[in-house]
């Protein structure tokens, strides 16, 4: 389990427009804030993909897709 401190430094690299390599099941996943465009072509350029392609929006809360969700 995270410490109280991790979260809270995950938390403020995030905010700063970094990225956190996150264990999923099988393997590491990078994340960053999506809504920040800086951080997402740093992602980008880590994972040598074009940031035309996208990339996968992931969430625990379905309410923060509502932006996206069709009429």
């Given at each position: 389990?995270?410490?109280?401190?991790?979260?809270?430094?995950?938390?403020?690299?995030?905010?700063?427009?970094?990225?956190?390599?996150?264990?999923?099941?099988a393997v590491w996943g990078l994340s960053c804030d999506p809504w920040n465009l800086?951080?997402?072509?740093?992602?980008?350029?880590?994972?040598?993909?074009?940031?035309?392609?996208?990339?996968?929006?992931?969430?625990?809360?379905?309410?923060?897709?509502?932006?996206?969700?069709?009429?």
């Open positions: 389990m995270a410490s109280l401190w991790r979260i809270k430094e995950a938390a403020a690299s995030i905010e700063a427009g970094g990225v956190l390599a996150c264990p999923a099941e800086s951080a997402v072509a740093f992602l980008c350029g880590m994972k040598q993909r074009a940031l035309s392609k996208g990339v996968i929006v992931a969430s625990g809360d379905v309410s923060h897709f509502g932006p996206f969700s069709m009429p």
